[in-house]
């Protein structure tokens, strides 16, 4: 399938499966991938390495102008780097997931992340995935998609997920550690997480990721003519 040179924008919930969704379409059709939300999580295990947040999740303004020499960046396995260490596995523990909302509500880390994101997009044919993608960052994307799923389930796949690194999460807290970010990441300032007007919803609580694609496949064909 000869999709055009769009920007395909993934948005939605934490842990509604938007970046093995994203791998997979971008695995598809020839993109690239770029995940912002490991971003957002790069900055985060920054400040907590340089102590610049603290236990009540306050950013030290000083961070701004760290953040000009701060190289963060994938390698072609879209494993996430600061400078020349990967810092992939590290971006995934509770520890920053705890605080990656509040650095990510900032408006200096936004601005940052999006510039890494126009700057890494330069070439098109990418799909992102993230909060705000369809709605700030690139409002004009070619196919926007907002996904989103059961609480039960999302808990689950996070829970799995953990398990699956090593991590020994107690339920509970996975659930209500995904219903804070859910409310932190909609109720912010600065580019909140909502559905764009034009973005088509994708509810996958009950679908296979080959049923995914087959949707998003579908969509293409219809939006874009092809046969
Ligand atoms: O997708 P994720 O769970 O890795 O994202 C981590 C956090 O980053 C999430 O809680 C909200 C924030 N984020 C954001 O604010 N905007 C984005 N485009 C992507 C992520």
């Not at 695995?27 to 985060?44: N, Q």
């Not at 408006?107 to 700030?136: C, W």
């Not at 107690?170 to 970010?181: M, Q």
Request: net charge negative.
């Amino acid at each position: 399938m000869d999709v055009p040179d769009i920007i395909i924008a993934i948005d939605g919930y934490s842990s509604t499966g938007k970046s093995s969704f994203a791998k997979k379409v971008a695995a598809r059709f020839g993109f690239t991938y770029l995940d912002s939300g490991a971003l957002y999580r790069g900055v985060t295990l920054f400040a907590q390495e340089e102590g610049l947040i603290n236990r009540v999740n306050s950013v030290n303004p000083r961070l701004s102008n760290e953040l000009l020499s701060l190289d963060l960046h994938f390698d072609n396995g879209n494993r996430t780097y600061m400078g020349q260490r990967c810092i992939e596995n590290q971006i995934r523990t509770m520890e920053v997931s705890a605080q990656v909302s509040p650095v990510s509500a900032v408006p200096f880390v936004r601005s940052y992340v999006d510039r890494k994101l126009h700057q890494f997009a330069e070439n098109g044919r990418v799909v992102m995935d993230g909060r705000d993608i369809g709605t700030t960052v690139f409002p004009d994307a070619g196919l926007k998609i907002f996904m989103t799923a059961s609480i039960k389930v999302r808990a689950q796949r996070r829970y799995d997920e953990l398990v699956a690194r090593g991590e020994m999460p107690v339920f509970e807290e996975v659930v209500s550690n995904l219903r804070e970010r859910d409310y932190l990441d909609s109720h912010r300032e600065t580019s909140p997480l909502r559905k764009a007007e034009d973005a088509f919803v994708l509810d996958n609580s009950d679908m296979t990721i080959e049923e995914e694609i087959a949707w998003v496949q579908g969509l293409i064909q219809g939006k874009f003519g092809i046969r």
